[in-house]
């Protein structure tokens, strides 16, 4: 049974990383979802493509809530997730990796819980206001940060990541903004995924990979086919990161993350 699990953003949909792999479909209350699972020094983990392998699902139409629950079904606990961003800060290159520490949910028209009340399609009725303070799992970003620092990389320990509801890029106004409100990069797939984890007391960490200077600070036109194939350049880091990074997760979990709903639901 898997305990870590990744999620790859643009640019990672195949689980290259991990050996014997196999694949099982598990069923939600929010649909279907074909996890691949395999090995790694001995580890299992779980990997799903949040665009799926092909890269054919938009950020506004990911079954987030499929996906969290899918893992968490499989006995996942700590989720990795990279995410492809544009960078406000100019100390934030393209190439750098940033291990976000802060958000701001952007979206408009996502659905941002599991807990829906009596409408919830599943046992859980209950309503729930989970903290969301600090939205990574502490545990994990130090993972992420020993990892890159052990591999040298080039990478920020922290980074405010302003999710957009895409799936257009930002005007420059937008831009202008966001700056103000202190974002330092920009992305369009962190709300809901992060907080579904939280909300399932499950960990979860992105390791974002800047792919380019956001609107009106790039002088060029803003492309992802620009975000693909700088990902694809920086692919091989980016599985050294995460397995590096998974050689630092702690057997034992000691952060708040596991206990996310006591005190949630006024009990
Ligand atoms: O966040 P990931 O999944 O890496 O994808 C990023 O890349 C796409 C834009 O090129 C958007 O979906 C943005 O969120
Ligand atoms: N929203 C958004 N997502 C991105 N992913 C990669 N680059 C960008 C960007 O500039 N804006």
Redesign the pocket.
Known sequence: MPRIAIIGG?GVYDPKLLENVREETVETPYGTVRVKIGTYKGEEIAFLPRHGEKHSVP?HKINYHANIWALHELGVERILAT?????LNLDMKPGDFVILDQLMDFTKTRHYTFYDGEDSPHDRKFVAHVDFTDPYCPELRKALITASKELGFTYHPTGTY???E?PR??TRAEIRALKILGADV???TQCPEAVLARELEMCYASVAIV?????GI?KEK?T?T??VELMAKKGEEIKLLLMKAVEHIPKERRCPCKDALKGATGE
């Open positions: 643009s950020p995410s492809a961003v544009g960078s302003a999710c957009m895409g890029f930002e920009v992305g369009m792919t380019n200077y956001a609107a790039s803003l992802h620009e975000v």
